[in-house]
């Protein structure tokens, strides 16, 4: 039957230094405070989020970190819950020194949920808000909350399914949609930023368009 209808593709090699295609997410070509925020959000549809899993250690988590080229992972369960996100702030702060000593224990058997901001404690932005906002925005809501990085939240819409009798609705499902980097929208206005120090971030930041 499938010989009859349908014809062989022709097959080929693979080349030697063949490399896997990733999406990417296309960088705008100028960026002001007026620009939509979307323009320097990590859309997670287009570029797959970097994970961790929970029982990995946070010199794994480092590792994976340099590797990529990031500064944060989302810490992920089998199922792909979020269940927190650890920073490259994390591990080169006191939080290490904090774990080892709380458990008595040396930096290689510190754990990523020992240090990580779990999920109860993240805070997020409505993808709602995202569409409507512009870039100014996005950086005051990361200096009120003194965060390096925020998270985008998306839900969808309730399922309704009419049965014989009863209406059943079900919840509301919410992914995470992006990402933003204090770190790649400075970039994207012009900056280069080497310090970690949110503070002065945002001084090197409001400086260059206080005129």
Do not use: C, W
């Not at 990733?22 to 570029?47: F, G, H």
């Not at 290689?108 to 020992?114: D, N, Q, S």
């Not at 770190?183 to 012009?190: D, S, V, W």
């Amino acid at each position: 039957m499938i010989r009859e209808y349908f014809a062989p593709l022709g097959l080929t090699g693979v080349a030697e230094g063949a490399r896997l295609y990733r999406p990417a997410q296309k960088a705008p070509e100028r960026v002001t405070l007026e620009s939509p925020a979307l323009e320097v959000m990590t859309d997670l549809r287009q570029i797959p989020a970097l994970t961790v899993e929970p029982e990995a250690s946070v010199e794994a988590a480092n590792a994976r970190m340099i590797r990529r080229g990031v500064r944060l992972l989302f810490v992920t369960d089998q199922q792909e819950r979020v269940l927190g996100l650890i920073t490259a702030t994390d591990i080169l702060g006191e939080k290490v020194l904090q774990a080892m000593q709380a458990r008595g224990v040396s930096k290689a058997e510190v754990l990523v949920p020992e240090i990580m901001t779990s999920r109860q404690h993240l805070d997020a932005i409505s993808m709602t808000d995202v569409r409507g906002a512009k870039v100014g925005h996005v950086l005051a809501t990361l200096k009120r909350a003194g965060r390096q990085h925020a998270i985008v939240v998306e839900t969808s819409e309730p399922i309704r399914r009419e049965g014989i009798a009863t209406l059943l609705h079900a919840p509301a499902v919410q992914s995470v949609r992006g990402l933003f980097s204090m770190t790649q929208i400075a970039r994207h206005l012009g900056l280069q930023i080497t310090s970690p120090d949110i503070a002065k971030t945002f001084a090197e930041v409001e400086a260059l368009f206080a005129h």
